[in-house]
């Protein structure tokens, strides 16, 4: 495994519609492996591909398992998540605001509406149909990260957007 460098906004891959994943080969195991390295390396709490400059619809996603986000989260503090080819199936009309900041964008963090809860399908790193259902947090972190598939980022629906103070690291981790 190895860390892949983070690209920034201004890399033109981050606006890229990114290719669905069609080969679950070695090299797309590599970048899977990869990208959670880099992932929790960073740290952040999610990662999409073409954040590592790669043009492809694959997603990973780990809440962290402190006792405080066990506590809150249960299960699925901790649980790695990695969906090839992500689509939001089911939205809620719930919407809820929150802090986000992006790996790719350091140093700003905005507030962003969105759905409470999502149903999530898509493919395992081995090209297994999954069904994933994400309400809180795991669901706002989920829709950042497939947005990042599309080329779009927080800070394009952003209600306001600022520059870090100390107490958002802690609040919002980077996605
Ligand atoms: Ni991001």
Redesign the pocket.
């Known amino acids: 495994m190895a860390i892949r460098e983070i690209i920034r906004l201004d890399n033109p891959i981050l606006r890229k519609k990114a290719r669905r994943v069609v080969s679950f080969d070695d090299r797309f195991q590599q970048l899977v492996d990869d990208m959670v390295e880099t992932m929790l390396a960073a740290p952040g709490v ?1 990662l ?1 591909a073409p ?1 590592v400059a790669v043009s492809q619809r694959v997603i990973v996603v780990r809440l962290p398992d402190d006792e405080d986000s066990r506590q809150e989260y249960g299960p699925e503090a901790g649980k790695l998540y990695v969906v090839a080819n992500p689509e939001i199936i089911k939205a809620s009309k719930e919407m809820v605001e929150g802090i986000e900041g ?3 964008i350091p140093g700003y963090y905005g507030r962003v509406d969105r759905h409470e809860k999502v149903v999530i399908t898509g493919q395992d790193r081995h090209g297994k149909p999954l069904r994933i259902k994400a309400a809180g947090w795991l669901a706002r972190v989920f829709q ?2 497939i947005d ?1 598939l599309d080329g779009r ?2 800070i394009d629906i952003a209600s306001e957007v600022w520059e870090a103070r100390p107490e958002d690291a802690e609040e919002a981790p980077l ?1």
Request: proline share 0%.
């Open positions: 999610g999409a954040q992006c790996l790719s950042h990260e990042h980022l927080y996605e």
